[in-house]
T-cell receptor, first 112, second 117 residues
Framework: DGGITQSPKYLFRKEGQNVTLSCEQN?????MYWYRQDPGQGLRLIYY???????QKGDIAEGYSVSREKKESFPLTVTSAQKNPTAFYLC???????????FGAGTRLSVL | AQSVTQLDSQVPVFEEAPVELRCNYS??????LFWYVQYPNQGLQLLLK??????LVKGINGFEAEFNKSQTSFHLRKPSVHISDTAEYFC???????????????FGAGTRLAVHP
C-alpha cells in the first residue's frame, strides 16, 4: 500500500539532545512538509521541500533542521536549540500539480 | 497572506442531530479551501475540497460544505452525525498558482466535535 510512514510513533528527548524524526513516502510525490501540532493551535509549518536537495523554512523553523537527499525521505531533526519541543509532529506530501496533501500518522515528542 | 478562523473550539452534539462547524478565512487573492479530519493520535485525512465551480461541495462520510465568497466562509455540515464522527476537524486554505504560497496550506486552530449517545 502506498502511503507516508513516520517513525517512531513516540520519542523522548533529553535536555541538550538532538533527535531525528523519520518520514518516508512511496507515493512518488515531489513535495514534502513538516508540521508541528500543539493543542488549540492547529498545524504550523516548520519546513517544506518541493524538490530533492532543496527546502524552505516555514513559519516556525527555528530550532529545527531538515534534509532532502532522496525524493522518498524528508527527515526532521529537532535540535537542542528548540527549547519547547514537546508536540505532535506531522509529515505530509503531495504531487507538484496537486493541492491535496497526504499525511503520516505522526510522531509524539516529549521531553524527559 | 491568508488566515483561517474556526469559530468554535469545541462542538458537542447528540447522535443523529445535525451539525455545522464554522470556518472563515481572510485573503487578498482567490483561494482554495479544504476540510480535514483527525482521529485521536492519527494524521489528517481529507474530507472535502473547494477549488472552483459549484459552491456546494460534497465529501466523504456524508459531510458537505458551502463556499460563500461574500462572507468569506466555508462551513462544514452533516445532517445526522454518528458516534464515529467524534474527531478534530481542521479548515485550511491554499493560494492558487501564480499568487504566492503555492501548495502551502494554512490551517485553522481546529474544532473538536464530540458526538454523544
Amino acid at each position: 500500500d502506498g502511503g507516508i510512514t513516520q517513525s517512531p510513533k513516540y520519542l523522548f528527548r533529553k535536555e541538550g539532545q538532538n533527535v531525528t524524526l523519520s518520514c518516508e513516502q512511496n507515493l512518488n510525490h515531489d513535495a514534502m512538509y513538516w508540521y508541528r501540532q500543539d493543542p488549540g493551535q492547529g498545524l504550523r509549518l516548520i519546513y517544506y521541500s518541493q524538490i530533492v536537495n532543496d527546502f524552505q523554512k516555514g513559519d516556525i523553523a527555528e530550532g529545527y533542521s531538515v534534509s532532502r537527499e532522496k525524493k522518498e525521505s524528508f527527515p526532521l531533526t529537532v535540535t537542542s536549540a528548540q527549547k519547547n519541543p514537546t508536540a505532535f509532529y506531522l509529515c505530509a506530501s503531495n504531487r507538484d500539480s496537486s493541492y491535496i496533501q497526504y499525511f503520516g500518522a505522526g510522531t509524539r515528542l516529549s521531553v524527559l | 497572506a491568508q488566515s483561517v478562523t474556526q469559530l468554535d473550539s469545541q462542538v458537542p452534539v447528540f447522535e443523529e442531530a445535525p451539525v455545522e462547524l464554522r470556518c472563515n478565512y481572510s485573503s487578498s487573492v482567490s483561494v482554495y479551501l479544504f476540510w480535514y479530519v483527525q482521529y485521536p493520535n492519527q494524521g489528517l485525512q481529507l474530507l472535502l475540497k473547494y477549488l472552483s465551480g459549484s459552491t456546494l461541495v460534497k465529501g466523504i462520510n456524508g459531510f458537505e460544505a458551502e463556499f460563500n465568497k461574500s462572507q468569506t466562509s466555508f462551513h462544514l455540515r452533516k445532517p445526522s452525525v454518528h458516534i464515529s464522527d467524534t474527531a478534530e476537524y481542521f479548515c485550511a486554505v491554499s493560494a492558487p498558482p501564480g499568487t504566492g504560497g503555492y501548495n502551502k496550506l494554512i490551517f485553522g486552530a481546529g474544532t473538536r466535535l464530540a458526538v454523544h449517545p
